[in-house]
Each structure stands twice: as structure tokens, then as C-alpha cells.
């Protein structure tokens, strides 16, 4: 198999493989534990990527779904070893009024089509959980803004929902993922007067979104998990920019 050639923190590709931080991060202060980015942002993902954002082509899901975890890219052993390792695995929330305004969150199409894809795996898979986190802010939309501006835009736009239904039925909500394979080791249900949320405390978590610019988004989300209790979060996206 090819060697790595992505940081395993940032996800930027490198002349040398296997780099577990490289000269772009080495100096960022990130809540992201890694960043697994399985593709190089070149056509034709990049159209196939941006018909399906913004022209509404959710028949593309599938193909990038599967994309997500099947890629023979560069990063695909540090890939596996992140979802192997991984318990839940969520998509990047989108505001509710996003959401009517797109007519889906292409995160959570594509964290669906990835835990269906890797149905054929042997062994451990993470479950897909989309109730817990929540994005209750409808942030500006990031594309003119400059790196600082982004991170201060998505600080503090994401929560855990405690009401989630989710939340509390771990083990009912992935039908799809856990009906066919066991799932990774699930540390024992602790008691809810610890620190963190007893759905997420201890857990390993993948964050999947489509591309990865800043990581403004994903490291607030990060930061929001951490703070639940999470043990890892390591984010899943088809490229980084
Ligand atoms: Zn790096």
C-alpha cells in the first residue's frame, strides 16, 4: 500500500509521508485530534463536489459517500485506522433555516451513504449519530471571509442537544450500521452526574463535512465534543483546501 502523504493533524498534503504534524499546523492551536482528507480538491471532484453543495445534485451522494471511505487515496490506511478506532460518527449540523434554503445538509447525506458503504467491512464500524450535535446559530456564509473572521463567525454556533431522542438510544439508532456488523467497544454507560454528556463521554468521534478550508467549522464542533466528554474527534472530509 502507498504511504500516507496527508498530515495525520490537518489533513494537508505532504512531500513526506507519514507526518503526524507538518511546518502548515505546527503552530496552530487546533481542537480537531486529525483530519483525514481523502482526496485531492481537483476536478472532476471538485465540480461533482459544488453540484451537489450548490446545485442541488444530491444523486451525487452515493458516489462521494463511498468516496469518504473507500478511496484509495493517500490517506486511506490513516483513514481506516480513524474509523476503526472510531465509536460514532457525525455530520457537521447545519442551521435549520440552511437547511430549508438547500434542501439538505450534504454532510449528513454523506455520513449516511459512508456508514452504508462500510456495511462490507469487517469488523468494528461507528454509528451515525445526528441528533446530539446541534447547530443553533445560522452563521454568515464563510466563502469571502478571511481565516480569523471565520473562526470568530462558527465560536460558538454549535451545542449538544441533551434532549436529543438520539442521545439516549445509542444503541437502536444505527440500524442501518450496526444490524450487520459488530460495533467498536463502547466504553460502559457512566453516571450522568459526571462531567459531559453520558451519549458522547469517552467516545470516539468522526466529524465528516465535504471539504475542509480553515477548520473553523469542524474545530468548533470539535471544541463543542470535547467539552461533552469526547475522547477523540478526528474529522472525515473528501479534500482539504
Ligand atoms: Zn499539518
Aim: proline share 6%; charged share 25%; with cysteine.
Amino acid at each position: 500500500m502507498a504511504p500516507d502523504r496527508s498530515c495525520r493533524r490537518c489533513g494537508r498534503w505532504t512531500a513526506e509521508p507519514h507526518r503526524l504534524r507538518c511546518p502548515g499546523c505546527a503552530d496552530e492551536r487546533m481542537d480537531l485530534d486529525g483530519v483525514v482528507a481523502t482526496c485531492h480538491y481537483t476536478d472532476p471532484l471538485r465540480h461533482w463536489i459544488r453540484s451537489f453543495k450548490y446545485h442541488r445534485q444530491d444523486n451525487l451522494a452515493p458516489m462521494l459517500g463511498r468516496l469518504l471511505v473507500e478511496s484509495p487515496s493517500l490517506a486511506a490506511q490513516h483513514g481506516r485506522d480513524a474509523l476503526a478506532a472510531a465509536h460514532l460518527m457525525m455530520p457537521v449540523p447545519l442551521h435549520p433555516r440552511r437547511i430549508r434554503s438547500r434542501g439538505f445538509n450534504q454532510s449528513y447525506l454523506l455520513a449516511r451513504q459512508a456508514t452504508a458503504a462500510l456495511r462490507s467491512w469487517e469488523g468494528s464500524i461507528p454509528m451515525l449519530e445526528t441528533g446530539l450535535l446541534k447547530r443553533h446559530k445560522n452563521t454568515r456564509p464563510q466563502v469571502e471571509m478571511t481565516r480569523k473572521e471565520r473562526y470568530t463567525n462558527v465560536a460558538d454556533a454549535f451545542s449538544i442537544n441533551a434532549f436529543s431522542i438520539d442521545a439516549f438510544s445509542v444503541d437502536s439508532i444505527s440500524v442501518d450500521a450496526r444490524s450487520v456488523t459488530e460495533p467498536a467497544e463502547i466504553p460502559p454507560r457512566c453516571d450522568e452526574s459526571e462531567a459531559g454528556h453520558p451519549a458522547i463521554r469517552g467516545r470516539n468521534v468522526i466529524l465528516v463535512d465535504d471539504v475542509m478550508t480553515t477548520g473553523a467549522t469542524l474545530n468548533a464542533c470539535a471544541r463543542v465534543l470535547k467539552a461533552a466528554g469526547a475522547a477523540t474527534v478526528t474529522a472525515l472530509v473528501l479534500a482539504r483546501l
